[in-house]
């Protein structure tokens, strides 16, 4: 099988806050393939390079070593066209706050050059009922499937999501779990970043676990949990993505 998203060796760095004249690297030689129709998740706490990653698959961020190819799109090379076939939520976005969420969806749907259904839109994140609303009246969790509709507007192939459910109490975290099953179940493959563990095993077919710039591990939730976790062979599957963390780092997830 042919992966739709193969990222070589990548590095991004920076410099130094107290040594403008030295580096360091936020993401360090991370490799991995992403197959179509899958949800694919990348975990590990704040600081471990999971954005960063992200932004530069999706041509956000210059790539400084390795190569990163999107649907057969070298990314380095040409990343307008990258944007043509992913979508990207951020973890914060902004909108002109004088205009409601059809205005929003029209506006972007001509920025896309695409004659788009915004009531389908929002009926596909379940938020019809807030069609006339402005986004600063919707709450978290309603903010965060806005920004999703948004990210389908030019119906892509690939939906990038980072860190969705921060900050959204149980409910609307589920609902938006829910969300994010549905859209794959409609064939889209979803590349996800995330500091929870339940989200990860809910959600993600394959898992890779960064830390520090690098990835420490790679393989489905069940795999992760069976090699690395400290369960006793007469009780397998006993442990969680967080004991898989914390044996191969030597720190919980959320130090």
Known sequence: MTPIIRAIDLVKRYPLPEDKSRTFAAVDGVSFEIFERE????????????TTT???LEGLNDIDGGSAFVDGIDVA???YSVK???GVQLQESEYFDKLNLIELLDLFGALYRRDIDAMELLARVHLTEKAKARPANLSGGQKQRF?????LVNTPKILFLDEPTTGLDPQAKRRLWDLVTELNDAGMTIVLTTHNMEEAEFLCGRIAIMDHGRLVAEDTPESLILKHAPDPPEAPL???IEDVFLALTGHALRD
Do not use: F, Q, R, T
């Open 147 to 151: 920004s999703i509709a948004c990210a």
């Open 84 to 86: 043509k076939v992913i």
């Open 54 to 56: 992200l932004e530069m």
């Open 238 to 240: 006993h442990g969680n």
């Open 39 to 50: 949800v694919y998740g990348i975990l590990g706490p704040n600081g471990a390079g999971k």
């Open 77 to 79: 090379k040409d990343p």
